[in-house]
């Protein structure tokens, strides 16, 4: 599976940007997404995730009410909708597949996933 990521860039405190991850080189529509994302200095953290079938989603407590997650099979495409971003969301933003998973399955765990987009980087000024 190949994962490109889009959508990043600067944006002001309390704006919003949608990020893209586009999906390459398997059927999309059985594949387990999540978002990642990797501050300065900061480990790469679970953003969240959005399961094969039923767009079932789960969310870190820093992106429950202001980011969303959603996927376009048609278009093998999840996308990352962040809301009233802060500052302190600036960071790499990266989408990853997980091949394998159960239809219903969202993993926060980022060793359960097997493949990576490049990142994004988002920026929020204040």
């Known amino acids: 599976v190949q994962l490109q990521a889009s959508g990043g860039g600067v944006v002001q405190a309390g704006g919003s940007l949608r990020l893209s991850c586009a999906a390459s080189?398997?059927?999309?529509?059985?594949?387990?997404m999540g978002w990642f994302r990797q501050a300065p200095g900061k480990e790469r953290e679970f953003v969240g995730g959005?399961?094969?079938?039923?767009?079932?989603?789960s969310y870190a407590e820093v992106a429950k009410g202001r980011f969303s997650i959603f996927r376009d099979n048609a278009r093998n495409t999840v996308y990352l909708q962040m809301n009233s971003l802060k500052a302190e969301d600036t960071a790499v933003y990266y989408c990853?597949?997980?091949?394998?998973?159960?239809?219903?399955?969202?993993?926060?765990?980022?060793?359960?996933?097997?493949?990576w987009g490049q990142g994004t980087l988002v920026t929020v000024s204040s």
């Open positions: 959005i399961s094969s079938v039923g767009s079932i989603t």
């Open positions: 080189g398997r059927t999309f529509i059985s594949v387990g």
């Open positions: 990853a597949a997980g091949v394998g998973f159960s239809p219903f399955k969202v993993s926060a765990r980022r060793d359960e996933y097997n493949y």
